[in-house]
């Protein structure tokens, strides 16, 4: 797998600032907002139920991340996908940094990409505590 998620039953904007929330209480910040659905809208005419990409940065951990390897950036950010599903929940989707930055042979990369996901992982549980 390359990813783990969550179900809330909230809405998308709401999960979205749960998220922006729980990101900050980890270190990290929303760098980019992508509106797939809006821009799918726009660009084709097709509808699609809301879907957001938020690209969430920790500065530190990426300026570990590209100590070790420059080429690295070509990973960045975490992305965490906020989604309605068809019954109206809301699927919160995290990038699992370990599955990504196995791809990178470079010392200190593993345990870096165990840190990021264990924060991420406290960021789930913490959308589920709500």
Do not use: W
């Amino acid at each position: 797998m390359y990813g783990f998620n969550v179900t809330l039953k909230t809405t998308v904007p709401e999960a979205i600032a749960r998220v922006t929330e729980a990101l900050s209480a980890e270190g990290f910040g929303v760098l980019t907002e992508i509106d797939v659905a809006g821009t799918l809208k726009k660009k084709l005419d097709v509808e699609r139920r809301p879907y957001h990409i938020l690209g969430a940065c920790n500065p530190q951990l990426a300026n570990q991340a590209l100590q070790a390897d420059p080429d690295i950036g070509l990973l960045l950010p975490c992305n965490v996908v906020v989604r309605e599903e068809e019954d109206g929940t809301v699927n919160v989707g995290f990038m699992d940094p370990v599955a990504v930055m196995g791809l990178v042979d470079k010392e200190g990369v593993e345990t870096l990409a165990n840190d990021v996901r264990s924060r991420l992982e406290r960021v789930r549980d913490q959308l589920l505590a709500v």
